[in-house]
């Protein structure tokens, strides 16, 4: 039996506050949304079956490597965690998967576990391997590698933590393992450029191997962080050409984050479905670097244009369209679950943004090279101001027209603060 952890009343409660008001803004859209020969409600069937996962980690508040500030109420467990994520689907009604990483969720029952996140209206998303942090008592540590290790024995650790990862997948009704690798060096001669990727290659093989048939294996490349001079998975180029060798069960993950500054994302996105690897996204922004910070909050255009790169490929699969959406974000300064409820609300909006794209006025003027006017296809479409659209997809599935304020009234840090052991202080990047 399924038990949310937010009163059903609290959520109509502030929704009546809010419903008059959003009737008449998704009416006046709905018409002028009709003018250009859309219909409102279309649109929002498709945003009502649009969904994006969130990561177990992201519930507790992040951390740069100076420092980490948690807040009081913070989940301390994966019980917890999943409580704090389907807050965040019960408000939202776009989050009901939840991908956790190993070993930081890691429970002596799995099958409880999966019945706890289907109790809560939760199922789980694809399993994340930790082999870039040693954990207390391991055998070989990742201090210079897993995968890519010169150490045989280490990377035969690595290759089983993968395996036990895809294990508990299997009992957790995941069907994807993704793995990202710290592997890197800091200083110019450390490693055999060449060498510590035919290492990679062969470890990750052995992982593939053990994957069942259907599964996938996401790889996430980084371009740096924490190695600083050189990383073995550094970009989307090293990513699909691993994914190729190691076979079609195997695909790309892109995190927003994981690029060198100013990289066209949208067009890697484009490249990747061209070639069936495009296996899925880490949703996040960034201004400097791998900032983690929230979805669309510096850059929402780029998140348009990603959608808009989505959008297109659906509608021309060449062969498979199956991306799977998560967030990956750290909440520094945030209390995680508004960062999150924020967060899936403006990936939301830029896909719905993206299905208003006049598709043949686009290709039209495309074909015909005319520059401006495909500009204009796209400009059109991101300047509407959706949230009507989403707002009431969400409502009519028993979520919250006003996500953040019902969150509030419901005061749930503050009672969860009252009831959860305090984290402790520290710096860390998770
Ligand atoms: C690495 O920066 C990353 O984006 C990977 O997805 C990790 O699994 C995650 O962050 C958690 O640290
Ligand atoms: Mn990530």
């Not at 956790?100 to 706890?116: I, Q, T």
């Not at 052995?206 to 050189?230: C, G, I, T």
């Not at 670097?289 to 699969?317: C, K, M, R, T, Y």
């Not at 039209?364 to 009507?388: H, K």
């Amino acid at each position: 039996m399924t038990s949310l952890p937010l009163s059903a009343d609290l959520i109509a409660e502030t929704n009546a506050r809010d419903a008059v008001a959003l009737e008449e803004d998704y009416a006046a859209l709905g018409r002028k949304l009709d003018r250009s020969g859309i219909a409102i409600d279309a649109v929002k069937a498709r945003v009502a079956n649009f969904s994006v996962a969130v990561p177990s980690w992201g519930a507790g508040r992040g951390g740069t490597r100076f420092a980490k500030f948690p807040i009081a109420g913070e989940p301390t467990d994966i019980h917890e965690k999943l409580e704090d994520c389907a807050v965040i689907n019960q408000l939202s009604r776009v989050t009901p998967r939840v991908s956790p990483h190993f070993p930081w969720d890691k429970v002596s029952d799995y099958g409880a576990l999966r019945e706890e996140a289907a109790s809560l209206g939760l199922g789980f998303d694809a399993v994340n391997s930790n082999t870039f942090q040693d954990q207390p008592g391991q055998a070989h540590s990742y201090a210079t590698g897993s995968l890519s290790s010169t150490v045989a024995e280490t990377r035969q650790q690595a290759v089983d933590h993968n395996i036990e990862c895809i294990e508990i997948g299997r009992q957790l009704g995941a069907k994807d393992l993704t793995v990202w690798v710290g592997d890197g060096t800091n200083l110019p001669g450390q490693q055999d450029l060449a060498r510590s990727l035919d290492r990679y290659l062969d470890a990750a093989a052995q992982v593939y191997a053990a994957l069942p048939d259907d599964w996938r294996m996401l790889l996430e490349h980084k371009m740096f962080e924490p190695a600083f001079y050189s990383s073995v998975i550094s970009d989307w180029g090293s990513s699909i050409l691993a994914a190729q060798e190691l076979g079609d069960k195997c695909q790309c993950l892109v995190d927003l984050g994981h690029h060198a500054p100013n990289v066209n994302i949208e067009q890697i996105v484009a490249r990747l479905h061209r070639f069936g690897k495009l296996g899925g996204f880490h949703f996040n922004d960034s201004k400097y670097g791998d900032d983690d910070l929230d979805s669309g909050s510096i850059n929402p255009h780029q998140l348009f244009l990603i959608f808009n790169e989505l959008v297109e490929a659906e509608l021309h699969p060449r062969g498979g369209f199956n991306p799977s959406y998560m967030i990956d974000q750290s909440h520094n300064v945030t209390d995680p679950i508004e960062s999150m409820l924020s967060s899936a609300e403006a990936i939301t909006q830029c896909f719905a943004k993206a299905l208003l794209v006049d598709r043949d006025a686009l290709h039209t003027a495309q074909d015909g090279n005319d520059t401006m006017m495909a500009f204009q296809a796209l400009r059109r479409a991101y300047t509407v101001d959706v949230s009507p659209i989403v707002a009431m997809a969400r409502m009519e599935a028993g979520g919250a027209i006003d996500v953040l304020t019902a969150y509030r009234d419901s005061r749930w840090r503050e009672r969860k603060s009252q009831e959860r052991k305090a984290v402790g202080l520290g710096a860390g990047i998770v």
